[in-house]
Nanobody, 125 residues
C-alpha cells in the first residue's frame, strides 16, 4: 500500500484547509485510515481515524467539532476537512493506514503499517 498526502499550506487563524490521502495498491475501503500530526519539538499525536468497511469516525478532543474525516471509495482517497484552524494546529500531518485494526488500536500510531510522506500545515497571520 502506498499513501500520498497533499493539501497542506499556509492559512490564517480561523481559516480552512482540506487534506487528501490517496491510496494505491489496495482498495481504501478495506483499510482503516487515520491522520496524525507532529508539531516541532513534540511527539506525533492522533488527530482522526475512520474504520474500514464503514463510516465510523473518531477524533482527538482537540479537533472535535472542527475537523471532519471522510473517504471517497471511488477515488480511493481519504480526506481531512479542517475548519476554524488555530495556530496550535500547525504541524506536519501524516496519513496512515492498516487493513487489520481493532477500534482501540486506531489511536496508536505504532499500530499502523503504512504511512504517507506528510504535508505541512501552518496556521499563522
Amino acid at each position: 500500500v502506498q499513501l500520498q498526502a497533499s493539501g497542506g499550506g499556509l492559512v490564517q487563524p480561523g481559516g480552512s484547509l482540506r487534506l487528501s490521502c490517496a491510496a494505491s495498491g489496495r482498495r481504501s475501503s478495506s483499510l482503516s485510515m487515520g491522520w496524525f500530526r507532529q508539531a516541532p519539538g513534540k511527539e506525533r499525536e492522533f488527530v482522526a481515524a475512520i474504520k474500514s468497511y464503514g463510516s465510523s469516525t473518531y477524533y482527538a478532543d482537540s479537533v472535535k467539532g472542527r475537523y471532519t474525516i471522510a473517504r471517497d471509495n471511488a477515488k480511493n482517497t481519504m480526506y481531512l476537512q479542517m475548519n476554524s484552524l488555530k495556530p496550535e494546529d500547525t504541524a506536519v500531518y501524516y496519513c496512515a493506514a492498516d487493513p487489520a485494526l481493532i477500534t482501540s488500536s486506531l489511536f496508536n500510531a505504532d499500530r499502523y503499517g503504512y504511512w504517507g510522506q506528510g504535508t505541512l500545515v501552518t496556521v499563522s497571520s
